[in-house]
């Protein structure tokens, strides 16, 4: 009984989370030599992220019977992430303003040394920000290029753009398609095989964040951290709740069957470590092929729940501890700057810093220079931001496939009730997007 428990991915990653943090505490210097182990392991996923997202568009487009469908997906889908972010936004400034983590710490902007956070103010300077670059930005050099460079959309864009014609082609295009099948398997085997470190790579992340940063260092802004974790929380319970009961599911069977991808998310610090495992759970749970693939991969960019709570809190926090009197108007302008710029930022540690450095930088109210406050915290806020956008990427997927006629309800109910799996034809429902519609094999550990 012992060894079948043990034997479970999520508690492995558990047992590795917590070995992390007893070796980062106890031999500082020897856990925050640890680093390249969780590096690597990300570097693994990503290694395969791009031809997956690649394989599982094209795929689930080039069976598509109406084109119809895949232009009222992404529209839902666009609304959706932008009325969640908004509400992210927008809960992370009000409790923000509720708790007042910052109040009293009476810092002097002039006394703080800005050269820890040269790299992320410089990186953020670089970018001209502007909408219209952001669009461009889109369209890929080449399609090498995109990826090479694991751009997310730009490899969304062309791989759209690649599942349309292959539809269009009909039987000329299904040599292609069988052969993309066949390569789309051999991605997730390979996935298969990378979760097997998962475990060690947990533990080699969480050693270096205790070892290089202390769990002393959490102690001063402990009050910033608990009200972060408290807020994700909230989203999480509340907001995602509700939408997953308006979806028909609930949203702790949910969870429960996502655990293994939550507990890898938790060590990573990073959503981007899951995208291959939480696309075939989501395909296998009973969510159509198109929809995951495009859903799970735009909502990286365009719905980092997580980050969103992150961004309000953070800037409010920076004036509170450097008594810089804001008004609501300010606030409010600092809101809308957010809903901006607060897109593209999730998925990889450390990618918040730097639009945080880009917002407040426009805003010339806040002092960048406070982002200093934020450096011995920030790496233990990480969990709760790439957690947070990991669970709403997934509910989101459910909710837009709800909205779309996308989502098979029997077999969902099957799959987070833990029963047995009826036959496919029995899964089957009149929707051009649930046509689409097999029962993934999960990959080892997913």
């Known amino acids: ?37 969780g590096d690597a392991f990300i570097k693994l996923i990503k290694m395969v992220f791009a031809p997956i997202i690649f394989a599982t568009v094209v795929l689930g487009i080039a069976k598509m019977e109406n084109m119809k469908e895949l232009g009222r997906v992404g529209v839902r889908s666009l609304i959706y992430f932008e009325v969640l972010s908004t509400f992210a936004l ?33 990186t953020a300077a670089s970018g001209s920000g502007s909408f219209t670059d952001f669009l461009l930005h889109i369209i890929p ?133 899951v995208v291959p495992q939480l696309m075939n759970k989501l395909e296998n749970v009973g969510v159509s092929k198109p929809v995951v693939g495009l859903v799970i991969p735009s909502g990286l960019t365009f719905n980092p729940d997580g980050q969103c709570i992150y961004y309000t809190m953070a800037a409010i926090f920076i004036a509170q501890a450097t008594n810089t009197p804001l008004t609501l108007t300010d606030q409010l302008i600092v809101l809308g700057v957010l809903l901006l710029t607060s897109k593209g930022s999730a998925g990889v540690t450390g990618s918040g810093f730097i639009t945080l450095a880009a917002t407040l930088a426009s805003l010339d109210n806040i002092p960048v220079a406070g982002m200093v406050l934020l450096l011995g915290v920030d790496r233990f806020m990480s969990e709760a931001r790439a957690i947070t956008n990991t669970i709403g990427n997934a509910v989101g997927t459910m909710a837009i496939a709800k909205w779309v006629g996308a989502l098979d309800k029997s077999r969902m109910e099957q799959v987070l009730n833990d029963r047995s799996l009826p036959a496919q034809n029995q899964t089957q429902e009149s929707s051009p997007l649930i046509q689409t519609v097999k029962p993934a094999t999960p990959a080892s550990g997913a």
């Open 1 to 37: 009984m012992a060894k079948r428990f043990i034997g479970k991915l999520y508690v492995q990653v558990l047992i590795g989370v917590t070995l992390g943090i007893l070796l980062g505490a106890l031999w500082p210097q020897f856990g925050a030599d640890l680093k390249p182990v």
């Open 141 to 273: 050099a080449s399609v090498t290029d995109a990826f090479a460079k694991n751009e997310i959309l730009q490899i969304l864009l062309f791989s759209t753009l690649f599942g349309i014609a292959l539809a269009h082609l009909g039987p000329r295009g299904k040599p292609v398609v069988d052969v993309l099948e066949a390569f789309s398997h051999g991605m997730f085997y390979i996935v298969g095989m990378v979760m097997r470190v998962a475990p060690l790579a947990a533990c080699g992340a969480m050693a270096f964040t205790v070892g290089k940063y202390g769990l002393g260092s959490i102690v001063s802004l402990g009050k910033l951290m608990a009200t972060m974790y408290l807020t994700c929380f909230l989203f999480v319970v509340i907001v995602l709740g509700l939408i997953a009961r308006l979806s028909g599911f609930s949203l702790w069977k949910f969870l429960k069957y996502l655990k293994e991808e939550l507990f890898t998310v938790l060590g990573t610090s990073s959503s981007e470590s």
């Open 90 to 122: 927008v809960l992370g400034l009000v409790v923000v303003n509720f708790v007042q983590p910052g109040q009293g710490m009476n810092v002097d902007p002039a006394t703080l040394d800005i050269k820890s956070i040269s790299t992320y103010t410089a």
